[in-house]
């Protein structure tokens, strides 16, 4: 038998964005490679942007493109196979690729700067935290740059808190983009990638990671579905249960469902009540489980 991973994804928005006539500004990113590895990233635009959507978008794409691209040619070899990775590997890894898509954000923010200052067009567009995940078959890393949930075989890995309340982003890596974060922290390695966690793949069951956002689905486990009487549920859910794999969609469905408002007609009172859904933060997971398939040992 096979032990593969089965991935499932989906995002939705979050009430205080629909208020104030925002897009979503989270984003995510599964991609796999020629051997069955896989990069999951997960996105989430600063909430004060007025399209931090941009970013977050274009960020997971090409940085999950240029991970791939540095473990494989363009013919599917791994550039990396007869090498056991350790965390000093990966460190530089992380280090080269936030550097290739940082000089390609700076090529497309030097095209909108116009009368505004790199910084100000950085602001409204690119300012995006990451938390990602690399499988491959011999050793799994998850990693992070600013805030998010990250959980690991079930733990879940404490990701800040940042003095505040102010994460570091990827494009205060930027040379040309000016930041109180820069002056209060002085040391590069606030503005790199960090490794959370690195174990060998053999011993990854599941995992989940997301955007903050997740944190008002995780307080509203025990409350009812709006207009149900359905609890919520723990975030195991979304790895335990095989619905969430089964439909590419059910995730996005699911997150939906949580964050739906629930309006009634009290005709007692002769007035409309309304439930407002649960999530008040853009929200986006990607969740991965192992599964035995049948095949070769």
């Known amino acids: 038998m096979n032990r593969v991973f089965q991935t499932a994804a989906g995002s939705v928005i979050g009430h205080d964005h629909v208020r104030t006539g925002k897009n979503n500004h989270d984003a995510w990113f599964v991609q796999g490679g020629f051997k069955g590895d896989f990069v999951a990233l997960v ?3 600063c909430g004060s942007g007025l399209h931090s959507e941009v970013g977050a978008k ?3 794409q ?3 493109e240029a991970i791939i691209s540095s473990f494989y040619d363009g013919t599917g070899q791994c550039l990396r196979m007869n090498k056991m990775l350790g965390k000093g590997d990966f460190e530089l890894l992380l280090r080269h690729v936030r550097k290739d898509v940082l000089k390609t954000l700076n090529n497309i923010m030097s095209r909108m700067v116009g009368r505004k200052s790199f910084t100000s067009v950085a602001n409204d567009f690119f300012l995006f935290t990451i938390v990602g995940a690399i499988i491959l078959p011999e050793v799994s890393v998850f990693f992070s740059l600013g805030d998010g949930t990250m959980i690991v075989n079930g733990e879940k890995i404490s990701l800040g808190p940042f003095q505040d ?11 040309f983009v ?6 209060t922290n002085p040391d590069p390695d606030a503005l ?3 490794i959370n966690r690195i174990l060998p793949t053999e011993e990854l069951e599941n995992f989940l990671i997301g955007t903050d956002g997740l944190d008002y689905l995780a307080a509203a486990s025990e409350e009812n579905l709006p207009g149900k009487s359905e609890q919520v549920g723990p975030l195991s859910q979304f790895w335990e249960e095989d ?4 439909n590419p969609d059910m995730v996005r469905r699911r997150l939906s469902m949580i964050n739906t408002d629930f309006v009634t007609l009290d005709r007692q009172a002769m007035c409309i009540k309304r439930k407002a859904g649960l999530l008040f933060d853009d929200t986006t997971l990607i969740v991965g489980r192992r599964i035995l398939v049948k095949g070769e040992t």
């Not at 309340?165 to 040379?175: F, I, K, R, T, V």
């Not at 619905?243 to 089964?246: M, N, P, S």
């Open 43 to 45: 996105a989430d635009g």
């Open 58 to 60: 274009l960020g997971v």
């Open 62 to 64: 090409m940085l999950g």
């Open 165 to 175: 309340n102010a994460p570091p982003y990827l494009m205060y890596g930027s040379e």
């Open 178 to 183: 000016k930041t109180a974060l820069k002056e």
């Open 192 to 194: 790199n990638f960090t």
């Open 243 to 246: 619905r969430f794999f089964a």
